[in-house]
Each structure stands twice: as C-alpha cells, then as structure tokens.
C-alpha cells in the first residue's frame, strides 16, 4: 500500500511538473509575441535606414545611429506638441475618473429619481453614434471648434467607464456608507471619503484606458483645431511623416543631382514611421506597469454582473 501512494505522489508530481513546463513555454512565447514588435520598431528606429527601408533588419539592429530621434525631435513645435498631449492626457482621465465615478456612484442609490430610466438611457448611448457630420455641427455650435477645450470636456462622462464604476460600487457593503451617514455625512462626503478610496483598483483601470485613449486621439486635432500652438503630438509627427513622404515620392521621381544627394541625407519614410510609432507608444508603456496591480482586479470584479 506504501509503495502505491508513493507512486501515485511521485506521478503527481510529474505530472504537475509537465504542467508547469507546459504553461511557463506557452507564457513565453505569448510574451515573445507581444514583446517583439515593439523590439522590432525599435531596432529599426536605431539601425541604418537604407537597411530598415529594404526590410533587412529582424532581429540585431545593423549601422547603430540615433539621428532619427535627433531629427524628430528637433521638429518644429514638438515641444509645444508634447504639452499639450500630457496636459489633455493628464487632465482629461482626472475629469473622467471624477465624472464617471460620481455618476456611477448616483444611479446606484435608490433615492435617485428615475434612476433605471437614466442608466438605460446612458448605456443606449454607448451603442448609437449620429455620425462625423452631427458631431462636428455640434462641437462647433457649443464652442469646442478649435478649442483646447474640444480635448477634454467631451470625454468628462464615458457611458462604459460609467457601467464599470457603477458595477464595482455594487460590491461594497452598504454599512460602510450607512456609518458616515449617521453621523451626518452626505453624499459627496460619503463619495469622496468612503467610495473613492475603496475604488482603487476600477479607477486604476479607467485610469489606463482613459489616458491611452487620451494621447492616442487623432481625429478631434485633425476635425476640429486650425491653432498649431493646439496641435498633439501625434498630429504633428502625422504632419511630419506626410512631409518625408511627399519629398520621398519627389526625390524619386525627379533625376536632379541634388535631390538623389539629399536622399542619401534625409531619412527614409520608413525609419521616420518606425521612430514616430515607438516615440508615440512609449509614454503609455510608462504608465501600465505603475497601475497593473490594481488593473486585473479592476477588470474581475468589474465584469461581475450588479
């Protein structure tokens, strides 16, 4: 009898041996794949432009140089660019952490008026969109047209990020409230003291989407601001990557001296597309691991139907 459990112990644990192995190769090759792409653009941001143009670059960067990043980051207005893509990004997920989280927080109290009728009528609006044309007659009829406004006031209340916070609250213990209610606290006092600090890790994940959102908008620069002190970042690197692309295009349909000279100097459209994409993404790379703790959980408890 000693030596069957023995045995059945020993092929236990090989099998939970083969088990591990099995999900510790399948994590790395999925990490693998996620990981190198963002490994690719950057061995070619960094190798020679003639090299990366040709799609001789894959895995060792080839003719190391840093020009590309210097030559970008000399463009004209980057700074003012950047700017304003941190502030919008900055104050943009603040105001949509506080909207959406306070009304959230309302349509889970009783009291409300018509509380059903106005949280179908915010999730009906998640799924309906009038189209480009009414957006735009709107935001120019309100005052948004070429304002840095138009970045930010738009994304105060988020119908998801709504049903995400209001779907968490859910989960927190009415006593809780009930204790600060007594004592007289009403309820931005019950919000503010009770609700948010508990809400670290749905905030956390609002965070996240809401700031990726906010430094990858596009269209809002391109539809509606003419200022170029207003222009993001990323409009300004599309303005830059359409301006390589023209004198390219030029370069080689013309048969001048100079300009098959300047060629050799300029960078390539597709050294500029691989330094603009990783100078883009990087920031966002920055902030996930500061919140990825809190963002699973998030996600988790979030997903659980109130």
Request: net charge positive; proline share 4%; aromatic share 16%.
């Amino acid at each position: 009898m000693k030596s069957l459990k023995g045995k059945e112990k020993s092929d236990k644990k090989s099998d939970d041996i083969i088990f591990k192995i099995l999900v510790m190769t399948l994590f790395t090759i999925f990490t693998l794949v996620c990981v190198f792409p963002f490994y690719y653009i950057f061995i070619n941001t960094i190798s020679d432009n003639k090299l990366a143009s040709a799609g001789d670059i894959l895995f060792v960067p080839k003719g190391i140089h840093f020009r590309n990043y210097l030559e970008v980051f000399k463009l004209r207005g980057i700074g003012q660019a950047a700017f304003i893509s941190v502030t919008r990004t900055v104050i943009g997920t603040l105001l949509t952490l506080i909207g959406s989280s306070f009304l959230g927080y309302v349509f889970c109290k009783p009291e409300f008026w018509k509380r059903k009728f106005w949280y179908r009528f915010v999730v009906i609006a998640m799924y309906f969109n009038a189209g480009l044309i009414p957006w735009f007659v709107t935001m120019k009829a309100i005052g948004l047209y070429d304002n840095y406004l138009a970045y930010i006031l738009p994304t105060v209340v988020v119908p998801f990020y709504v049903i995400l916070f209001k779907t968490f609250i859910e989960q927190i213990p009415a006593s809780l409230e009930e204790s600060v209610q007594i004592d007289g606290g009403g309820y931005a006092v019950r919000y503010f003291r009770i609700i948010l600090p508990l809400s670290t890790p749905i905030l956390a994940t609002i965070a996240v989407f809401s700031s990726a959102g906010q430094w990858n908008s596009f269209l809002d620069t391109l539809y509606l601001i003419q200022s170029q002190e207003l222009f993001t970042l990323q409009y300004v690197m599309y303005q830059y990557l359409n301006e390589v692309n023209a004198l390219a295009m030029a370069m080689r349909s013309s048969q001048s001296m100079n300009l098959s000279l300047a060629a050799n100097r300029l960078l390539t459209p597709t050294s500029v597309r691989m330094t603009i994409s990783f100078v883009v993404v990087l920031p966002i790379l920055f902030v996930y691991p500061f919140l990825q703790r809190y963002f699973v959980k998030g996600i988790m408890i979030g997903a659980i139907k109130g």
